[in-house]
Nanobody, 127 residues
Framework: QVQLQESGGGLVQAGGSLRLACAASGRTFYSYAMTWFRQAPGKEREFVATATWSGGDTYSTLVADSVKGRFTISGDNARNTVYLQMNSLKPDDTAVYYC?????????????????WGQGTQVTVSS
């Protein structure tokens, strides 16, 4: 079992920045992915960014085209934590941001492949 705790959401003006964090606790895995999704009101949950570990401290990342150049994902394997640095925020970025955990090898942007989810953290960007 894996528990995820998100933090760092809030209200920010357009053009501002926020940093989200997601800490995982519970079992230890050799290969895993920690991924951010978001869901705006009335819309489906969508992929934002993922970090994938396949043993050790190195990891690979992928960021959705919609946020590329503005959002950066990074991770700390020792702390089982992943961060999402969000810069140049736009009102369209307003959503609940969810952290998800996949306990298997390989990258995935498909939310159905993630068994563990955090409660979500609200990000609101005012114009």
């Amino acid at each position: 079992q894996v528990q995820l705790q998100e933090s760092g959401g809030g209200l920010v003006q357009a053009g501002g920045s926020l940093r989200l964090a997601c800490a995982a606790s519970g079992r230890t895995f050799y290969s895993y992915a920690m991924t951010w999704f978001r869901q705006a009101p009335g819309k489906e949950r969508e992929f934002v960014a993922t970090a994938t570990w396949s043993g050790g401290d190195t990891y690979s990342t992928l960021v959705a085209d919609s946020v590329k150049g503005r959002f950066t994902i990074s991770g700390d394997n020792a702390r089982n934590t992943v961060y999402l640095q969000m810069n140049s925020l736009k009102p369209d970025d307003t959503a609940v941001y969810y952290c998800a955990f996949k306990a298997s090898l390989g990258r995935s942007t498909d939310l159905t492949t993630y068994a563990y989810w955090g409660q979500g953290t609200q990000v609101t960007v005012s114009s």
